[in-house]
């Protein structure tokens, strides 16, 4: 009796819309991993941008280009690409990752409404519906139970007596950014706290985010991702010794760490409702056993999990992807 064999997986049309591939940096970047495993899987990786994008008749559409990535041999040698785009309704595709950094803006939101129109079968990662309902800065905000003290205010006077009762230091930092951008700490002896108060609020026109300064250099800023509401990987970023901010782009640096037993209770607090919104890839920080931030616009930091626990967490990323939408096509059926 001859043995069955295995079932062959269907080839995927797998949209990347992310902000211009030939300024993104190969060391920090998520999006391109996702791409070399999607390629490795002989799925059709095709490209494009936010200022592709369109809708016609309602029908959401993008000139899509092939792309072919590696990491380059030397310096002159390209990281990408690009063959001939089509022009097509985005509901063509099987797959699209949504991985456009922030600022979370105007323009922002508009494309993302616009990547909600589109119909199943075709999945997006993460769902726009679920985006939009969740600005990352104020997401984590749903669960205050797992945060440490936190307000959102354009008030300076609010901020300042927030200010006491966080003990006497906070960090303040704006509602739509990303990657350490416009954070400052501010302490109660700073003679310049009132002028940082000021203009981190535009003189009280511009709501910001202040919480309870957690002390980072002793701690780290742990990066643990979740992937349908699960935690799957995690690192540890340190700041340098000049800064308070832990984020790479501003200078930290990463290093091995563990999930311990209070980080489970908080990725259990947060999942269900992840999974629920459709925001499958998130990056949970936590400072010192305390939520700050939910990351789920563009997550990263999979580089370096990979390369402090020795594995390839696209894989399971992609094998998750591939199920979501096999799942969608058999539900349009």
Not at 180 to 189: A, C, L, R
Not at 225 to 233: C, D, F, H, S, Y
Request: with cysteine; glycine share 6%.
């Amino acid at each position: 009796m001859s043995k069955a064999k295995p079932e062959k997986k269907k080839r995927l049309r797998v949209g990347f819309f992310m902000d211009p591939i030939e300024k993104i940096n190969l060391e920090t970047d998520t999006t391109f991993l996702l791409m070399l495993e999607a390629q490795r899987r002989d799925h059709q990786a095709l490209y494009f941008t936010p200022n592709d994008l369109r809708v016609e008749n309602g029908a959401p559409m993008a000139p899509l280009a092939p792309v072919k990535v590696k990491y380059p041999n030397s310096p002159r040698e390209s990281h990408y690409k690009l063959g001939k785009a089509k022009d097509v309704p985005l509901s063509w595709l099987d797959l699209l990752f949504h991985r456009v950094d922030p600022p979370y803006t105007i323009e922002y939101v508009t494309m993302t409404q616009i990547l909600g129109l589109i119909p199943q079968p075709t999945v997006v990662v993460n769902r726009p519906s679920g985006v939009l309902n969740a600005n990352e800065k104020i997401l984590a905000m749903r669960f205050p139970e797992i945060m440490p003290p936190t307000i959102v205010t354009h008030e300076p006077a609010r901020l300042d007596s927030f200010l006491d009762e966080a003990g006497g230091k906070m960090v303040v930092k704006p509602v739509e950014s990303y990657g350490g951008i416009g954070v400052f700490v501010v302490e109660k002896n700073d003679t310049n706290r009132k002028v940082i108060i000021e203009t981190a609020t535009k003189d009280g026109t511009v709501p910001v985010i202040a919480q309870k300064f957690l002390p980072v250099h002793k701690h780290g800023d742990k990066r643990i991702i979740l992937l349908a509401g699960e935690p799957v990987g995690a690192v540890m970023r340190m700041p340098a010794k000049s800064d308070h901010r832990a984020n790479l782009h501003s200078g930290g640096t990463s290093k091995k760490t563990i999930i311990t037993k209070r980080d489970l209770e908080i990725c259990h607090a947060v999942g269900p409702w992840m999974r629920r919104e459709g925001l499958y890839m998130a990056g949970l920080d936590i400072v010192a056993g305390h939520l700050t931030e939910i990351n789920m616009t563009s997550p990263t930091l999979v580089k370096q999990i990979n390369e402090a626990e020795g594995i390839k967490l696209e894989e399971r990323i992609v094998d998750f992807c591939e199920y979501l939408s096999k799942s969608a096509k058999a539900m349009k059926k």
